[in-house]
């Protein structure tokens, strides 16, 4: 059976701890950018791991995109995020999801996580079993990630099929 693991980023820094997520994980492994995410899961897909950074306290949405392009993110990434692929998906029975974040660690202790609500989404849609939720944290908001945070991802990863 296989892992995809959807992310969205505009800097990078949740692709990056996409990827070190990815590795983590026993078997075979997709990664996939949320832009070019199927939106049905494929029948031999029994995991699902999906990421995007978190703006304005929750998943991105159009306004918070575009304020991230303006101060300049990656701007191919403005049309779609995590939220609007989740409310577009249709699963298969039995998926586990896994969900995640990265965030400013300077506002660490406000709350709101876009791992958490992209994890009430799947639970609220009947999408999958939420499995375990986690946020990785950048210095600011182009990152880079905190040190030692590419090697957390990878350990979360290494948790995931355990
Ligand atoms: C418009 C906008 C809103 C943001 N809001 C938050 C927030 O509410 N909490 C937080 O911790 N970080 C916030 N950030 C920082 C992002 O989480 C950070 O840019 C992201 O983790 C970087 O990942 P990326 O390179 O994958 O885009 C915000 C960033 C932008 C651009």
Redo the contacts with the bound molecule.
Sequence with gaps: MTTLVVYE???????TVARAVADGIDGPVEVVDVGKAPTAIPGDVDLLVVGG?????GMTRAT?RH??VD?G?EPSHEETGIREWLAALTTVPGLDVATFD???AA?RR?P?SAARGAARTVSHKHLGHVVDSESFY?EG???PLLEGEVERARAWGRTLRS
């Design positions: 980023s505009f800097w990078g820094n949740t692709e950074p978190t703006h304005a306290f918070t304020d991230a101060q993110g990265t965030r400013a506002v406000l709101g950048v908001t182009p990152g």
